[in-house]
């Protein structure tokens, strides 16, 4: 039960929320996961130059797999190798205002993959999706096709200008073994220029490596050959290059929603039913209590009765006794007989009225301790372990992984971080110094569960985030503190999109 000054202070923090949201007018950021996923996609361009003049000028895709290391397709990259002195590496981000001289520092020509190091602003590194998908399965293309360059763009030079890859969509047509490789078949339409770019599932993670695609010829339709995900996991780590795989199924945010709505629902149709299933136990504990105690106060009201009919009869013969007797001339052993026989005729009247009758509604049924979950309260502070509930997340990159949280009274976690109040748990908004995503993390005590939504925004939204991010609390009991954090994070939390990119949520128990 929540105290009545920790209510207060919870409705003035919702309050204070409130009022913050509604003076907020900044436009929601844009936080859909292929886009998300092309932030970490740049335009490869290669460039050849004798004696400094440039004599020619080509490009093909890439994609971050880590900060600042690139892959593409050998293809794309084979004259860097051959001619490192005379052919430049240019990386091409989607946004900012410039491009970077990468390196090569790796190169497979049999599996037609590249790896380019270059200095520049970090990238966020794409994820690996690792379990083979289905045919049929809706794929995603990015990149940067050179049919969409001749007509954008009125001369080469403007290659080098950082803009937003090219998607397309399509399904997974087929599984292939090329060369002893794994390839993918699918339908995601590429062009010149897509080489090396990445092949995403709806989630934004990486099945494939686009490297080719088929010749259509009279009416025939055309296929684009990739290069499967587990050729690209064999490269990395022949090359010794860290990245990050995940193996979670993609799930719209929409259906984590309505599964966490649903498994709502079914606890709490599943606590009504306990209720009545309790309902029901007492009762019949009630009945059958009730039939116990009928059944012994009737032996006891036929026991009044016989010993009152006892007395009766005695009684009575007593009297006569005693009239015989004083017929005989025996006065005194008379009158001690009919007196006898008197105080039995008052014992059996008394017997006949005492006698107990039954009242149902005073019998009561003693507590047996079978409702555990009535008395046994949950832990409201201390070490708790968060266990991850995949049935109601939506998995893209996390690891998953439990944590143990330091769970302290007003919102205190680990002693140095506070929460603030909202309506009915605690929450706070992180926006890191670097990076590109941002956490809202709530915890409710009473059901004792953590939601993390993660949002992966780009630059420019994280950018504003961070000039209007609330200062780190440290624990406070102060309501007016924590009042003002809650409000700071409404301001925050009105600037997200409606639904977050990945939501992670943990049941969390005393360890």
């Known amino acids: 039960m929540i105290r009545a000054g920790e209510a207060s202070i919870r409705l003035l923090a919702f309050v204070a929320a409130l009022m913050a949201a509604a003076f ?20 490869v361009v290669i460039t050849a130059s004798v004696d400094g003049e440039e004599i020619g000028r080509a490009h093909g895709s890439g994609f971050a ?46 599996r037609d993959l590249a790896l380019i190091q270059f200095e520049g602003p970090p990238l966020p590194p794409l994820t690996l ?53 794994e390839t993918l078949e699918h339908t995601a339409q590429i062009a010149r220029g897509n080489s090396g770019g990445p092949l995403l599932d709806n989630c934004g993670r990486i099945v494939g490596v686009n490297r080719a695609v088929t010749t259509a010829e009279e009416g025939d339709g055309s296929f684009v050959i990739a290069l499967g995900e587990s050729e690209l996991a064999a490269f990395l780590k022949e090359n010794k290059q860290p990245f990050h795989a995940v193996s979670w199924p993609c799930k719209s945010m929409e259906a984590a929603v309505q599964r966490d709505q649903e498994l ?20 019949r504990a009630h009945d059958s209590a009730v039939q116990k105690a009928q059944l012994a106060n009737e032996r006891t009201r036929d026991n009044f009765m016989a010993g009152a ?39 059996a009247i008394v017997l006949f009225l005492v006698r107990p009758d039954f009242d149902p509604d005073s019998v009561t049924v003693a507590d047996d301790g079978s409702d555990v979950g009535a008395q046994v309260s949950t ?28 769970w302290g009274a007003d ?6 971080t506070q929460y603030a109040e909202t309506a009915n748990a605690w929450q706070r908004v992180l926006v890191p110094e670097k990076g590109d995503t941002v956490t809202v993390a709530t915890y409710d005590p009473d059901r004792q569960t953590y939601v993390a939504d993660r949002y992966f925004l780009d630059p420019a939204a994280m950018a504003h985030l ?41 049941t969390c128990s005393a360890q």
């Open 65 to 110: 797999v880590a900060p600042n290391r690139i892959v593409t397709n050998a293809h794309v990259v084979e004259l860097a190798n051959k001619f490192p002195s005379l052919v430049t590496i240019d990386v091409v981000p989607e946004t900012g205002d410039d491009h970077y001289k990468g390196e090569l520092v790796a190169f497979d020509a049999d």
């Open 129 to 181: 999706y690792s379990p083979a998908l289905p045919d049929g399965y809706p794929l995603v293309s990015l990149g940067y096709p050179g049919n969409v360059d001749k007509a954008t763009y009125g001369s080469l030079t403007q290659m080098l200008q950082p803009t937003s890859p090219v998607r397309s969509t399509g399904v997974l047509s087929a599984h292939r073994s090329q060369r002893g490789l």
């Open 411 to 416: 919102g205190c976690v680990a002693g140095k």
């Open 379 to 406: 832990p409201r502070t201390g070490h708790l372990l968060c266990k991850l509930d995949p049935d109601r997340s939506r998995i893209i990159i996390a690891d998953g992984k439990n944590f143990t949280l330091d």
């Open 309 to 347: 009919a006892f007395l009766l009869v005695v009684g009575g013969l007593a009297i006569g006794g005693g009239g015989l007797l004083l017929n005989r001339g025996k006065r005194n052993p008379a009158i001690a007989a009919a007196a006898a026989g008197g105080l039995m005729m008052v014992g």
């Open 24 to 43: 907020v007018l900044t436009p929601t950021a844009r936080a859909d996961d292929i886009s998300s996923a092309a932030r970490g996609v740049v335009r």
């Open 264 to 283: 709502a629902q079914q606890r709490a149709e599943q606590t009504q039913q306990d209720a009545r299933d309790r309902e029901v136990a007492a009762q």
């Open 466 to 506: 961070r000039k209007n991010r609330p200062e780190q609390k440290q624990c406070t009991g102060e309501m007016a503190a924590r009042a003002e954090l809650a409000s700071r994070q409404s301001s925050i939390r009105s600037a997200l999109p409606a639904l977050p990119n990945e939501r992670l949520v943990y």
